[in-house]
Nanobody, 115 residues
């Protein structure tokens, strides 16, 4: 069983930045973030393994940076140059490997990009 404590969401203007944090408890393999915008399906944002090797969804490449602190079992998502279409609930996730769907989900934190 993996549990999460997420933080860092909020309201930001277009072009601004936010940093999300997620502290995971339990045995973890792949940590990362998925998001769900209103009336849209959930989508991959970024995942990372314990070797600090990240993967990103196409819509956030070049703008978001996923990193991990193994000693703290904490994953971070630095989001820069935010756009209104980034508005969504962002959930911390854990997967058994990089090719599998998430098996554990956090409660999510709201990110709103609006002027």
């Amino acid at each position: 069983q993996v549990q999460f404590v997420e933080s860092g969401g909020g309201l930001v203007q277009p072009g601004g930045s936010l940093r999300l944090s997620c502290v995971a408890s339990g045995n973890v393999y792949i940590l990362g973030w998925w998001r769900q915008a209103p009336r849209k399906q959930r989508e991959l944002v970024a995942v990372i393994d314990t070797y600090n090797w990240p993967n990103y969804g196409d819509s956030v490449k070049g703008r978001f940076t996923n990193s991990i602190d193994n000693a703290k079992n904490t994953v971070y998502l630095q989001m820069d140059n935010l756009k209104p279409e980034d508005t969504a609930v962002y959930s911390c996730i854990e997967s058994p490997d990089r090719n599998s769907l998430p098996q554990y989900w956090g409660q999510g934190t709201q990110v709103t990009v609006s002027s």
